[in-house]
């Protein structure tokens, strides 16, 4: 069991918007503002989409943003594309046990 | 351009060790911390460790603590994972990692800027 916690799939049709979340506790992403996201095509490595909760990388589609509200992180999509189909992870700071923990993965079809 | 690229990965009996090394290039390596992260078929990704830029710092996943050792080597641009006692649980594509921020500055280790291409580490019993 992943500490924090994603919805398995979200789906969604081209041009639409949709939301993932990943909720953790007040140790990992209620207590930090240190919630990273992250899209991984099959056998590919991960790419950073978020970091801080809100903040895009150089090169990165303004259609992703984040933003958190207490225990709970979130990741939009806006404007659907096909390449979008992918898993998409959340990971967060953690003061406690572990330094770094990941949401166990959603994994997104564009219908 | 930055790049990541890790070796070492194979196939190993339950109980045995292996090494793992992450070499890196196109950025100034002595200034960023570096993780491993990894994600046994089928699953998804899990942290398991990070050491700093200077190599003073390092942390590990429960799961793997006692087990693994994290190393760098600055002049060589190299991280490594020894790993010991590994079990069928272990097996997995075990990625590098790059954290976002020189020094860690602003909290800069917490998200994963560019990553290798993985290699397969397979524990057979």
């Known amino acids: 069991q992943s500490a924090l916690t994603q919805p398995a799939s979200v789906s969604g049709s081209p041009g639409q918007l949709i939301t993932i979340s990943c909720t953790g506790t007040?140790?990992?992403?209620?207590?930090?503002?240190?919630v990273s996201w992250y899209r991984q095509h099959p056998g590919k490595a991960p790419k950073l989409l978020i970091y801080?909760?809100?903040n895009r990388p150089s090169g990165v589609s303004n259609r992703f943003s984040g933003s958190k509200s207490g225990n709970t992180a979130s990741l939009t999509i806006s404007g659907l594309q096909a390449e979008d189909e992918a898993d998409y992870y959340c990971?967060?700071?953690?003061?406690?046990?572990?330094?770094?923990?990941f949401g166990g993965g959603t994994k997104l079809t564009v219908l | 351009q930055v790049q990541l690229v890790e070796s070492g990965g194979g196939v190993v009996q339950s109980g045995n060790s292996l090494r793992l090394s992450c070499a890196a290039s196109?950025?100034?390596?002595?200034?960023?911390?570096i993780h491993w992260v990894r994600q046994a078929p089928g699953k998804g990704l899990e942290w398991v460790a990070i050491?700093?830029?200077?190599?003073?710092?390092?942390y590990y996943a429960d799961s793997v603590k006692g087990r693994f050792t994290i190393s760098r080597d600055n002049s060589m641009s190299t991280v490594y994972l020894q790993m010991n006692s590994l079990t069928a649980d272990d097996t997995a594509v075990f990625y590098c990692?790059?954290?976002?921020?020189?020094?860690?500055?602003?909290?800069?280790?917490?998200?994963?800027?560019?990553w290798g291409q993985g290699t397969l580490v397979t524990v057979s019993s």
């Open positions: 990692a790059r954290g976002r921020g020189e020094f860690c500055a602003g909290g800069g280790c917490y998200s994963l800027s560019d």
């Open positions: 196109g950025f100034t390596f002595k200034t960023y911390a």
């Open positions: 007040s140790s990992d992403v209620g207590g930090h503002n240190y």
């Open positions: 990971t967060s700071y953690s003061s406690s046990v572990t330094l770094m923990v």
């Open positions: 801080d909760v809100s």
């Open positions: 050491i700093s830029f200077d190599g003073s710092h390092k």
